[in-house]
């Protein structure tokens, strides 16, 4: 989603230090706006609107880095409650675990089984397990999409009770039908699972727990889209990404070990 950026006069003058130094002056870019008079702060924005006319990618640049240095910060922010949650994150006792339960390399990938992304990746995440036989991925679910997500979601949260989360996360996951309970009753009974029990155990206080626990994590890093990829504690990564950057991530980390 594009959002408008308007700068601040503090911005203004990250913007008017770099103008300044190119007319022989010196103004740190941190300097404090309040500290200049009402002379230099009216030479400033002349300077500024004259620096912008000549040259609109001035601010177009410091915006960009204004829009960098935050997104830095929310990824810091975001692994710092990682760390803080640590045992949180690689718990999963109702979502399913793929790879090597004991691997070292640790990833966790939040995902809602609505959301395209998220099957599009399906795909590669298997040929990643396969290919990575030190990797430890855990699949949380989060139903972030509205009510038909929450429902698929609770269906595959129960289709683990009967041993089949995996199988029955890729048929639903597949399965291009309108959501509903009826389309989730059919998914169960072909694959060959108890479908009235399924349907149950999607009420259970188990099932509603896993959920809250899940969506509760993903706010502790200020989740904003699916899929998104945890690796341990180093770096999250958002974004249905190719199999080529999950192997690259992957590899940062080893090295890191």
Request: charged share 20%; with cysteine; glycine share 4%.
């Given at each position: 989603m594009k959002k408008s950026v308007f700068p601040s006069l503090r911005q203004l003058t990250f913007v008017t230090g770099a103008c300044l130094s190119l007319s022989g002056f010196s103004v740190p870019a941190y300097a404090d706006s309040q500290s200049f008079t009402p002379e230099q702060r009216k030479e400033i924005?002349?300077?500024?609107?004259?620096?912008?006319?000549?040259?609109?990618?001035?601010?177009?640049?410091?915006?960009?880095?204004?829009?960098?240095?935050?997104?830095?910060?929310?990824?810091?922010?975001?692994?710092?409650?990682?760390?803080?949650?640590?045992?949180?994150?690689?718990?999963?006792?109702?979502?399913?675990?793929?790879?090597?339960?004991?691997?070292?390399?640790?990833?966790?990938?939040?995902?809602?089984?609505?959301?395209?992304?998220?099957?599009k990746v399906l795909s590669d995440l298997d040929k990643l397990v396969a290919s990575e036989h030190d990797l430890r991925l855990v699949e949380k679910i989060v139903p972030v999409l509205g009510p038909n997500s929450v429902l698929d979601a609770r269906a595959i949260l129960a289709a683990g009770e009967q041993h089949a989360y995996k199988e029955f996360q890729l048929a639903l996951m597949s399965d291009t039908a309108s959501p509903s309970t009826d389309r989730i009753r059919r998914v169960a009974q072909h694959i060959g699972l108890n479908a009235n029990q399924l349907i149950k155990d999607m009420q259970s206080p188990k099932v509603a727990t896993a959920l809250h626990n899940n969506i509760e994590l993903a706010r502790s890093i200020n989740l904003d889209g699916t899929p998104t990829f945890v690796f341990g504690d180093l770096q999250i990564v958002p974004g249905a990404v190719s199999l080529d950057e999950l192997k690259t991530a992957l590899a940062r980390m080893r090295k890191s070990h």
């Open positions: 924005v002349n300077i500024v609107r004259d620096a912008l006319k000549t040259d609109p990618s001035i601010l177009a640049d410091a915006v960009a880095s204004m829009q960098a240095q935050a997104t830095a910060k929310q990824q810091s922010d975001a692994l710092a409650a990682v760390r803080a949650h640590k045992d949180l994150f690689g718990q999963s006792n109702t979502d399913i675990v793929l790879g090597n339960p004991h691997g070292t390399l640790e990833v966790v990938e939040f995902y809602d089984p609505r959301c395209p992304y998220c099957r």
